[in-house]
């Protein structure tokens, strides 16, 4: 029952996100805070993680092609699927939920414990379009980092195949151009999206309607990142059911 | 001035207010105290509209909050001002950021004459020099000064005050209960302040109002509180030594 309880105070909480707008001359100082806490400053962490991962990934790849027939384009062209398809649309994703999610909760879990949500609602202000309203703005531009968690990817990629000797430069370029279907990037993006929804409005539930103190508020935000991936890994299988089978 | 009417509050099985019914006056320090437990917190976050009780009304000035539409309850709120226990500012905002933030949200105001209104005000709370600093680099004093000083800031016609001195030392406290005494007389608004502190009800206490488990058990004045033979209120009043020692003042001084 309580789950079911949740569950329906979640989605009680994205229709109040869009009810009584906050003045807009204070609104647009909160998104762009928001971008700048949300997608600016996780861009370094992102670009590590993309290149080396996809310098694993390449790595891998050609470890595994023990048969000569195999051509060896097939190392970029697997590179750019894993990559474009699954690592940087949903793995990258796992990894903000960490981030971002739990920087979400814990900030706005604070507010909580310290009353300032209370001091929100007393003014008569809808706090929830307040806090989690510019969040969700913010992360709309998710895909922007999930472009250069591609592009970064498929860098490392050719850096890790052509220095360690696993195929030519050549090779590389060629398998990633290789039958490429422009379907498969509007199904990651879509996906991008999708999390980007999960990633603003799950943390942002688990901070605002938690209770108890500073111990809670890292309670809440372990919940939020658990319930985050767990949500979006289930919305990527239904996802991946939906458009590509 | 607020008229409660019979509010009742339950959380679950557990009923925190039992029907409490009582007036609180314009332009007078009301004071609401109690034991811990008593259901302080909770009536004073229900007279704010973060509660909505079960059963009775609350009228401001003639307004009955469960009769209002969701506007005019925006509007009635925009009216109130609340300094909580822990000062509740804003941790990513200036001091002089947080008090100006009910101006930004609430009026039209250009911005030299929201600054104006700010300076005022911190001036009046003795703030006039604090304007950049973030709330963590300010005392527990100067915290609760900037609190009263948001809640002031857009002329409130409600001051709601929870534990205003609590964790300050006393000589802080007794400056922060004249500065809101003094704020309700010169606004002409009406203040309720949830305490246990019996400094604040000896110097401040206008108009007292005690609860016991969820119900009003007395009311009355700082002037009578010592004089009355309710047995809860004297358990509570007379729990220290000192107090012992002023009832025996006040009522020699009566002899």
Sequence with gaps: MSYLHSIGQYFLMIKAMFHKPTKWSVMRHLIFKDIDDLIINSIGIVSFIAFFVGGVVTIQTALNMTNPLIPKTLVGFATRQSVILEFAPTFISIIMAGKVGSFITSSIGTMRVTEQIDALEVMGINAINYLVFPKFVALMLYPFIISIAMFLGILGGM??????????????????????????????????????????????????????????????????????????????????????? | MIEVNDIHKSFGDSKILKGITTVFD?????????????????????????YTPEQGSIVYDGRNYSDLSSDEKSDLRAEMGMVFQGSALFDSMTIAENVMFP????????????????????????????HKKLPSEASGGMQKRVAIARA???????????????????????????????????????????????????????????????????????KNIFKTDNEAVTGFVYSSDLFKRVQKMYLEEDL
């Design chain 2, 152 to 222: 002031i800031v857009n002329k409130p016609k409600y001051l709601f005050c929870d534990e205003p001195n609590s964790g300050l030392d006393p000589r802080t406290a007794t400056v922060i209960d004249n500065l809101i005494q003094e704020i309700t007389q010169e606004y002409d608004i009406t203040t309720i302040i949830n305490t246990h502190d019996m400094n604040s009800v000896m110097e401040i206490g206008e108009k007292i109002v005690f609860l016991k488990d969820g119900l009003k058990e007395w009311e009355g004045s700082n």
């Design chain 1, 159 to 245: 850096a890790a195949c052509v220095f360690g000797g696993f195929a030519s430069l050549d090779d590389y370029i060629a398998g990633i151009q290789l039958d490429f279907i422009p379907f498969h990037m509007l199904y990651a993006f879509v996906k991008t999206f999708v999390f980007a929804f999960l990633l603003a409005t799950i943390p942002s539930y688990h901070g605002f309607f938690m209770t108890g103190g500073a111990l809670e508020v890292g309670k809440a935000s372990t919940t939020s990142f658990v319930w985050t991936s767990v949500a979006i890994i289930l919305l990527n299988y239904i996802l991946t059911q939906m458009m590509l089978s």
């Design chain 2, 103 to 130: 101006l930004r949200m609430f009026t039209k105001q250009s911005k030299s004459e929201m600054q104006d209104r700010v300076d005022l005000v911190l001036k009046r709370v003795n703030l006039g020099d604090a």
């Design chain 2, 26 to 50: 314009k332009g007078k320090t009301n004071l609401i105290i109690g034991q811990s437990g008593s259901g302080k917190t909770v009536f004073l976050k229900t007279l704010l509209g973060l």
